[in-house]
């Protein structure tokens, strides 16, 4: 069975300073990867996915990952964070065979002025 | 910018009763879900409907849960008789299809069952 491994439960950055959330993935075959991020109040919004191809994917509100398959990783990255950003974020890997997400247990973006 | 919308945003409960969630999905979307999170907890995934029937579901998806889409707009979902490890949030999504498909979520609904 699929399962993400969020190690971060809590990361803290000053607001400008780059910021790179890690996720980790258990899944023999190419997984399909997602992050989405959810504000306070808000649902779950998709900033990237990966499918296939180039394994950099480029997201909203200025956000990328990379898919590295030899360390079934997908980390998250931005280089200057916003304020706005501070919210709860999630990795999530779907298979081939179902397209329903496994969501990790998320990590908490706090970000200092 | 059209939304998923999920009634209401707070739902307190005694164990036993039942309640129902209801959600609005996007329009023109085909495929909806549930999806629940405990507090502290992943969010796990319960149901999806299309064509309105169940076209998958999980372990956690038992009796006690029914979905329905009982007019063109709304998307419900029934628990039974509640349970005080049901307090949760949960969420709504729909999408326009399967897995290339972006799933858009509502901003959830807070069960809490004392």
């Known amino acids: 069975a699929q399962s993400v491994t969020q190690p971060d439960i809590h990361i803290t950055v000053s607001e400008g300073a780059s910021l790179e959330l890690r996720c980790n993935y258990s899944y023999g075959a190419t997984p399909y990867l997602f992050w989405y991020v959810q504000s306070p109040g808000q649902g779950l919004q998709l900033l990237l996915k990966y499918f296939s191809g180039d394994t950099l994917v480029q997201g909203i509100k200025g956000f990328e990952a990379e898919f590295k398959r030899s360390q079934s990783s997908f980390n998250l990255r931005k280089p200057s964070v916003h304020w706005s950003d501070a919210a709860e974020y999630f990795c999530?890997?779907?298979?081939?065979?179902?397209?329903?997400?496994?969501f990790g247990r998320g990590t908490s973006l706090i970000v200092h002025p | 910018e059209p939304e998923v919308t999920q009634t209401p945003s707070h739902q307190v409960t005694q164990m036993g009763q039942e309640v129902i969630l209801r959600c609005v999905p996007i329009s023109n979307h085909l495929y909806f879900y549930w999806y629940r999170q405990i507090l502290g907890q992943k969010v796990e995934f319960l149901v999806s409907f299309y064509n309105n029937e169940i076209s998958e579901k999980s372990e956690i998806f038992d009796d006690q849960f029914s979905v329905e889409r009982p007019d063109g707009s709304n998307f419900t979902l029934k628990i039974r008789s509640t349970k005080l490890e049901d307090s949760a949030m949960y969420f709504c999504a729909s999408s326009t299809g399967s897995l290339s498909y972006e799933q858009y979520f509502g901003p959830g609904t807070r069960l809490t069952v004392t």
């Open positions: 999530a890997v779907a298979s081939g065979g179902s397209y329903i997400p496994t």
